[in-house]
């Protein structure tokens, strides 16, 4: 099955500075890769998300990376606030939401 | 819309007590997941459902574990006899699936804190 694969699990930027969190994922059928941020006391909310017939996709600070031969994606975020501060999830899937294995999350600290 | 709704929000019981969360999916939406959260495994599938049908059970860690749909806006998850292993976070998502192949956002609800004594 998938096995995805998150770093780092902890990271702390200053404001305004960028972050980036890398996943790589085992299962080459795998053509889905969404982003959700968790905030303290919330469910994962997604924030963006990459099919594989692109190899990027922006919106707005947050962008995302894809690159399907070396089998990784990465999530940036440019110009932090300290709202950005939550724990990311990476996710995989092949296309439905039922085979969609998550990353163990990095905990984004964002320090004003 | 208001979301997707779990209660109770908190859950504090003595093991070997009965346990039942309940989640309200968005809807219209037509797959409704349980999953758990814990420090040590991360987010785990434990079951979902497609239409009230349950689909695919894999994730349910033991017996002790079920879950239900007995119509389109309502799930429960229960576990019967609790144990201290069983303390996590169980978020319900439900989603809408635009056509097969199409993964879609899942939207989860804000989460059933267990904790098992």
Redesign the interface.
């Given at each position: 099955g998938e096995n995805v694969e998150q770093h780092p699990s902890t990271l702390s930027v200053q404001e305004g500075d960028s972050a980036v969190i890398k996943c790589t994922y085992s299962d080459s059928a795998s053509n889905y890769f969404p982003w959700y941020k968790q905030e303290l006391g919330k469910g994962p909310q997604l924030i963006i998300d990459i099919r594989s017939n692109v190899g990027e996709k922006k919106d707005q600070r947050i962008a995302v990376t894809l690159n399907k031969t070396a089998k990784h994606f990465s999530l940036h975020i440019t110009e932090t606030q300290p709202e950005d501060s939550a724990v990311y999830f990476c996710a995989a899937s092949r296309g439905n939401n039922n085979d969609m294995r998550f990353g163990a999350g990095t905990r984004l600290t964002v320090k004003p | 819309d208001a979301g997707?709704i779990q209660s109770p929000r908190h859950e504090v019981t003595e093991m070997g007590q009965e346990v039942t969360l309940r989640c309200k999916p968005i809807s219209g939406h037509d797959?409704l997941?349980w999953y758990r959260q814990t420090m040590m495994r991360?987010?785990e599938?434990l079951i979902?459902f497609n239409n009230n049908v349950p689909?695919?059970d894999s994730g349910m860690p033991e017996d002790r574990f079920s879950a239900k749909m007995p119509n389109a806006s309502f799930s429960t998850l229960k576990i019967q006899p609790s144990e201290p292993r069983d303390s996590a976070v169980y978020?319900c998502?439900s989603?809408f699936?635009g056509a097969?192949?199409?993964?879609?956002?899942?939207f989860?609800?804000?989460?059933s804190r267990l904790t098992v004594l």
């Open positions: - | 997707v797959y997941f991360g987010l599938l979902y689909i695919d978020f998502a989603s699936y097969p192949g199409r993964a879609g956002e899942l989860f609800g804000e989460g």
